[in-house]
C-alpha cells in the first residue's frame, strides 16, 4: 500500500517535470535527460513508468482533463462559458494544462499525438451545443459542429496571443472577450442576457468547484434558464 | 546589373528555403546545415546575405507581408475581411507565410522576434477598425483596439487547427466562418447585408489582384457601402 502510494507519488512527479519541460521547449527540444534532472527521480524510476518520450507526453496530455469538468449549469452555452473561462483560469497556474496544449498544436503533433487533445476538446464543445440547442438557447441556424470547431480554435488562438505577447498575464479578459464577441451571433437574446461572461467568471467557478456541492454554491452561481 | 540580379535571386532562394526548414521543423530545430542543402547554394552566399539563424529567421518575417495588400474598399471591414480571407488562401500555397506564422508563435519566440508578426497584424487591423466605425460601419460598443487583438487571435486559432486537423485543407471555410461568428457582433446590420464573407472570397480577391486594377476588377468586386 505505502509502496504503491509512492509509485503514484513518482509518477505524479515525472508527470509535473515532463509537462513543465515541454512546456518550456516543446517536444522535439525536450529531452529525457531534461526532464530526469527536473523530476529528481533516477532513470530507472522514469522507465519503470514510462517507456519513451513519446508516453511522456501522452501521459501529460492525458492528465490534462483528468480533473474533471465543471457544476453542472441548467443553461448548456453558461456551462461551456465556465469551462472555457475555468481553463484559461488555470492554464495561467498549471504547467500540466500549457504543455498539453503546447503539445496538442503544431505541425507534426498530429502524426505524433492524432491532434492531442483538440478533437476531443471540439467534440465536447459540440455535445454541449447540442443540448443547448434542443433546449432553445441557440439561434435556429447555428450548426453545433461548426460552431464547436469554431469556438474552440479561437480559445486557443487567445491563449496563444496572451502567452506570446503577455505571459498570459491577461489570458482571462481574452477569453472573455471572444465569448463576448461570439455569443451574441449564437444565441438567443433571451440567453445572452442571462449569460455570465465576465472575466473573473473562471476565478469564481474555480472557488465554488473547491467549496464543493452541498452548500449552495451551485445554485448561487447557476444562472437562471427560464 | 547582371551581378545584382543575381544576388538578388539568391537571397529570395535562401529565404525560400530557409522558410521551408522553419515551416517543417520549427525555429529551434531547424539548422543552416539543412537550409542551406535545401537552398542548393554555397555556404560562403548564404553568410554573405545572412550572418545567422536569427538573421534569416527576421528575413522570412520581413518577407511575409511584402507583396502588398488587398485593393482598398470603400467599407474598411470588408477590406479587412479581404486581408483575412486573402492571408488564408495564400497561408495554403506559400511556405513564406506559414513559415512567418510559426516564427511568430509560441513560448520563446517573443524573446527572439518580439511576437513577430503578430503586434503589427493586430495593430494593422485596429487602424482598419477604426476607420470602418468612423464610417459608421460598426455598432458604437465597438472597441477597435479589442476587437482587434480577438479578431487577430482567432484567425490564428483558426490557422492553426485547420493545420494540425486537416493540413489546412479547410482553412479558408474556418476562417470564413471566424468572421461570421464574429462580424454580428460588431457590424451594423445594414453593413452585415452587404459584406461578402463566402469561404472562396480570398480567392475571387486574389484573382482580382492578378488582374491588377484598371480594368473595372475593383469596383466590381467592392461592395457599395451606400
Request: overall charge negative; some cysteine; glycine content about 8%.
Amino acid at each position: 500500500m505505502a509502496r504503491q502510494e509512492r509509485a503514484v507519488r513518482t509518477r505524479r512527479a515525472i508527470l509535473e517535470a515532463a509537462a513543465a519541460v515541454f512546456d518550456e521547449r516543446g517536444y522535439d527540444a525536450a529531452t529525457i535527460a531534461d526532464i530526469l534532472s527536473r523530476a529528481g527521480v533516477t532513470k530507472g524510476a522514469l522507465y519503470f513508468h514510462f517507456s519513451s518520450k513519446q508516453e511522456l507526453a501522452q501521459g501529460v496530455l492525458d492528465e490534462q482533463f483528468a480533473e474533471g469538468g465543471v457544476p453542472h449549469r441548467e443553461s448548456k452555452l453558461q456551462e461551456l462559458v465556465d469551462v472555457a473561462m475555468v481553463l484559461a483560469y488555470r492554464m495561467k497556474r498549471e504547467p500540466m494544462l500549457s504543455a498539453g496544449a503546447r503539445l496538442s498544436l503544431g505541425p507534426g503533433m498530429r502524426d505524433i499525438f492524432g491532434g492531442g487533445s483538440v478533437p476531443g476538446w471540439i467534440e465536447f464543445t459540440r455535445t454541449l451545443l447540442v443540448r443547448a440547442k434542443e433546449q432553445g438557447e441557440l439561434l435556429p441556424h447555428v450548426d453545433p459542429a461548426e460552431t464547436a470547431w469554431i469556438l474552440s480554435a479561437c480559445w486557443t488562438g487567445a491563449q496563444i496571443y496572451s502567452q506570446t505577447l503577455s505571459d498570459r498575464s491577461d489570458i482571462e479578459e481574452r477569453v472573455a472577450a471572444v465569448y463576448q464577441h461570439i455569443c451574441p451571433s449564437i444565441a438567443t437574446p433571451a440567453m445572452l442576457a442571462r449569460l455570465d461572461i465576465a472575466g473573473d467568471r473562471g476565478e469564481r467557478v474555480s472557488a465554488e468547484m473547491r467549496r464543493g456541492p452541498g452548500r449552495g454554491a451551485t445554485q448561487e452561481a447557476e444562472p437562471a434558464l427560464s
